[in-house]
């Protein structure tokens, strides 16, 4: 039987028939391996997370600008492509970057900017890894969706798999948001609720890898995670084209399993890389819960090893306890000269009402997560409001209501007369 920890053999092969774009093949982010592209994610010697590795050639600004409203505009620096009829996806990505005026001047921070990435189809910065794993799915011939979910990835796999005519079984901790669970649930789908928490589903679905049950699965972030990975780009190609090609001197990013953050950072380096931005220096930022903050632990006590804690947190979509891509995150901010914030939950709703009433951005727990971390790092000093942020939003506010359900409500219940309006304003 095959656990997490045994490196399996991939059982699906690239099919020659379908093209990988500039990606040659997956290389150990330990050991410096070399695999060929297929469903696989953990090295044979040494048992080290794959990565996608690229030859990328010429590739310039014009041809980005002349791409689809999608993240399909970063073809030429994606594993994979999806632009033709015969691959339907939700094509997300492209969110708007928002000018934060009104929320600078309430943290005396000089310029801020948020990545709004609750704009995408469903509602999270997870369609843009589904979008590339289920790409990558249909070239190693599987034709099941599976993920182990926090919840937003739950719904991003579910309406994929939906869009592309794909089969799908999600795996979720039985806990989560209705926000989270009945949109998953609603795309027709398998969705099983387990008993356990992220780290149990986790668990479960590496043994699941294993079974002959599950041939023609694809779970995006296990089997198809080196592709999915590489979704997260992205998000930082897109900052700096939207920036008009130039990189932000400081950015915030939500921390889970760290992929998130570890790939802004790989997407900035890459387009210096290829001269589509200039070489100026950044530092990136991770923020956490209080409740979940193995990363920040670990930062903070100046370990390599991210420790794994129990989660509990309103913070569900960043509840993981033992995140695969934590020694990496730490690796980056501490290279960057960043750190990493942790709040409580009670500045997490905070948080969340604080953007909601400058910007007119309803965020989920995630981002109420970065807008009170942002105001810890410049507390701290960590962070300098004189130089240019980026903050991340990652997924919308309906989704987790929870947060803030009892905390708000109307002014006031009246009866439709204009005194009782003046007496409620008054
Ligand atoms: C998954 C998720 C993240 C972080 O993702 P990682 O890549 O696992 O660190 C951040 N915000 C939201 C809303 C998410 O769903
Ligand atoms: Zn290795």
Redesign the pocket.
């Known amino acids: 039987m095959t656990t997490v920890a045994d490196a399996p053999t991939p059982r699906a092969e690239a099919s020659p028939t379908y093209d990988f774009g500039p990606a040659t093949g997956l290389v150990c982010r330990e050991c410096g391996a070399v695999y060929d592209l297929g469903a696989a994610y953990a090295c044979m010697e040494c048992f080290g997370p794959l990565e996608v590795s690229y030859d990328f050639g010429t590739v310039t600004r014009e041809q980005i600008e002349a791409g689809p409203s999608s993240l399909w505009r970063y073809s030429a620096l994606l594993p994979v492509s999806a632009g033709s009829v015969d691959e339907p996806n939700l094509a997300p990505g492209w969110t708007r970057l928002i000018h934060a005026h009104n929320l600078a001047e309430e943290l005396g921070i000089q310029t801020l900017w948020i990545k709004d ?1 609750s704009g995408n189809p469903t509602h ?3 369609d843009r ?1 589904v979008a590339v794993a289920q790409s990558a799915a249909r070239r190693l011939d599987l034709g099941t969706l599976s993920c182990a979910s ?4 739950a719904h991003a796999v579910a309406a994929a798999a939906a869009r592309g005519g794909m089969k799908s079984v999600v795996i979720i901790p039985h806990d989560l948001e209705d926000g989270k669970t009945v949109t998953t649930a609603t795309y027709g789908g398998k969705l099983l609720a387990v008993e356990g928490n992220y780290d149990d589903v986790n668990r479960l679905c590496g043994e699941l890898i294993g079974d002959p049950l599950t041939e023609d699965w694809g779970f995006v ?1 296990v089997n198809l995670r080196p592709y999915y ?1 590489e979704g ?1 780009k992205t998000v930082g190609y897109e900052i700096a084209e939207q920036l008009g090609w130039r990189l932000p001197k400081q950015v915030v ?11 802004v950072d790989k997407a900035w380096r890459e387009l210096i890389e290829l001269g589509l931005v200039e070489d100026t220096e950044y530092k990136v930022f991770g923020a956490q819960a209080v409740g979940c903050s193995p990363v920040e632990q670990a930062f903070k006590a100046g370990h390599d090893v991210v420790r794994p804690v129990k989660p509990n947190t309103i913070a569900k ?2 509840a ?1 306890g033992n ?3 934590g020694p990496y ?1 730490l690796d980056v901010v501490r290279r960057t000269l960043g750190s990493i914030g942790a709040v409580d939950d009670d500045a997490v709703v905070d948080g969340i009402r604080q953007l909601a009433r400058t910007e007119g951005v309803f965020a ?4 109420g997560v970065v807008i009170a971390t942002l105001k810890q790092l410049i507390a701290s000093g960590e962070l300098d409001p004189n130089e240019e942020t980026v903050i ?1 939003n ?2 919308d506010g309906l989704k987790t209501l929870d947060a803030v359900i009892g905390q708000v409500g109307p002014t006031a219940t009246i009866q439709a007369h204009v005194e009782d309006v003046r007496k409620a304003l008054a």
Do not use: H, Q, R, Y
Not at 253 to 263: D, F, N, R
Not at 364 to 367: D, I, N
């Open positions: 990435d999270s910065f997870k890894v926090t919840g937003n990835l972030n990975a997260s990013i939500p921390v889970a399993s760290g992929a998130l953050l570890t790939k979509s960043l993981i995140p695969a891509d995150a989920e727990t995630a981002g991340l990652t997924g």
